[in-house]
């Protein structure tokens, strides 16, 4: 084991002085321009942002950058272990969501006002984004990451399906009992004489946005527990298996695997939703990606997920952020500004991979109406509308890190909807999963010991008042959605 252990610790060391001297020569063989080093996924869509990069900075005066897509990189272990070992990229895409964590290792970065060097305003930023991407730190809150896109997914809800049987699509905010009467409706007419099921409601609900918007927080008032314990999150997964087992509103995983099978359409649930065997399925404006390539002609629109007295839509962003150690500051830097482009967030619009990074192109006829594609239209306008309106991030715990918290979630949900638990038992065991991964997370950060502690007493204080049937006061809550969610019943 020990003869592993220094094998890899010199693999790192070795690895670690190549990337350094290539990020110290900052050239490319054969080229006199400069470099970038771009961590980010494989996606075919770096290529040509990198090009229209370039074509950005002719049109500024600027030298010529090089500009190198790193994916071999991405992932956060690979992140925080290069970030800290002084060779990561000079460019690194991080989920909105791990900013606060990567932050407070110390590997990235602070790019406030950098708008104002290539005169974007900083009210161009979506107001949803500004939790995740504004971070606590000396002399005030400091950005860390500019948006590369803006993710907001909802039920993208397939119009023609709907008028072929003569009913209304679902309009854009409905209750759970609107939208489960609804389901039984379409369902019934959908599959009316045939020998099995074959069409349902919802290819795809997903679970978090659901309880979101049923007001029901992952952390309470001050982030220093799991607030998923309790008895509206019980009634809700109840809800949740019966639309799934006995109204068949959405399809079992076995039956999606056997339907998709039988129609040889591969288990793609975006080929089904155009199809017409899923009437909507969650999912964000990357769809039209696929639907595209299949020439659809479906008349597609936007909802939101059906709420329980809090609608809203979960929202994050693929930020492009500046690592602290890049040895390239200045070149790094006109890239993020090249981010608030008009030639790069009308490449996001024609690409339609997600909401553009600046919220005023939604309003541009490009994205609202894009002449190739009027099917399209009440689904793009519909898109923007839930990014304006009722976007809101994640409640995140600086205690505990997201994809660990996900990781929990998602795993006792798949237990829950086959029958493993029962819905008391999967929002105990999520509780006290999550609340254990926390205490894990403190043991291996003890630095948070000070703020977690004085949590726990002001924790006390909001207990006390609850427990006494008064009204905890908005600024004693920590958690913003928690907040909102409180503000929205007074």
């Known amino acids: 084991m020990k003869t592993l252990f220094f094998a890899m610790l010199s693999a790192l ?22 470099v970038l080093y771009w961590v980010t996924d494989p996606n075919p869509a770096r290529v040509e942002q990198v090009r229209l990069f370039r074509v950005w900075l002719k049109k500024k005066g600027y030298p010529d950058v090089e500009v190198r897509v790193d994916p071999a ?64 730190d000396k002399g005030g809150a400091k950005q860390y990451g500019f948006p590369a896109s803006f993710s907001v997914p909802g039920l993208m809800v397939n119009n023609t399906v709907f008028r072929s049987l003569g009913l209304e699509p679902p309009a854009m905010i409905e209750t759970l009992d609107q939208w489960e009467t609804q389901g039984r409706a379409f369902t019934k007419r959908a599959n009316a004489g045939k020998k099995r099921q074959d069409a349902f409601f919802c290819g795809d609900l997903n679970f978090e946005a659901l309880r979101r918007a049923s007001g029901i927080a992952t952390f ?123 030639e790069y967030n009308l490449h996001i619009v024609h690409d339609a991979d997600a909401l553009p990074p600046s919220p005023r192109f939604v309003d541009r006829p490009e994205y609202r109406t894009p002449a190739e594609h009027p099917n399209e239209w009440a689904l793009h306008q519909g898109w923007a509308e839930i990014a304006k309106k009722y976007a809101r991030t994640r409640d995140l715990s600086p205690y505990l890190l997201y994809t660990e ?43 948070l010991a000070i703020a977690h502690a004085a949590g726990l007493e002001k924790q006390k204080k909001i207990d006390g008042i609850k427990a006494s049937g008064g009204k905890v006061p908005l600024e004693l809550i920590d958690n913003r959605f928690l907040r909102a969610v409180v503000a929205a019943k007074k």
Request: with cysteine; aromatic share 10%.
């Open 73 to 136: 990189n991405t992932g956060m272990q690979k992140t925080v272990v290069q970030g800290v070992t002084g060779v990561a990229g000079d460019l690194i895409d991080v989920p909105s969501p791990n900013l606060g964590f990567l932050h407070e290792m110390g590997i990235l970065a602070g790019v406030t006002d950098l708008e104002k060097v290539y005169g974007y305003p900083d009210a161009e930023i979506w107001p949803a984004l500004r939790e995740e991407i504004f971070l606590a």
């Open 220 to 342: 309470n008032e001050t982030f220093t527990a799991c607030a998923l314990g309790g008895p509206d999150l019980v009634a809700l997964l109840k809800r949740y298996y019966r639309w799934i087992y006995d109204d068949h509103l959405m399809p079992t995983a076995a039956e999606a695997a056997s339907f998709s099978a039988d129609q040889g359409y591969g288990g793609a649930t975006f080929q089904l939703l155009n199809k017409g065997n899923f009437a909507m399925a969650y999912t964000g404006r990357w769809a039209l990606i696929q639907m595209r390539a299949m020439g659809s002609k479906t008349e597609w629109s936007a909802t939101l997920v059906p709420h329980g007295g809090f609608p809203n839509a979960v929202c994050q962003t693929r930020a492009i952020s500046l690592y602290a150690g890049t040895h390239n500051r200045e070149l790094a830097h006109r890239f993020l500004g090249f981010l608030r482009s008009e």
């Open 405 to 447: 918290q996900a990781k929990i979630e998602n795993k006792l949900l798949q237990a829950f909807v086959s029958g493993v638990s029962t819905a008391e038992e999967t929002a105990r065991d999520l509780a006290a999963s999550i609340d254990q991964e926390m205490r894990r997370f403190l043991g291996r950060h003890r630095d």
């Open 13 to 34: 060391i070795i690895f670690s002085q190549v990337v350094t001297y290539r990020h110290g020569t900052n050239l490319i063989a054969g080229s006199s321009a400069p």
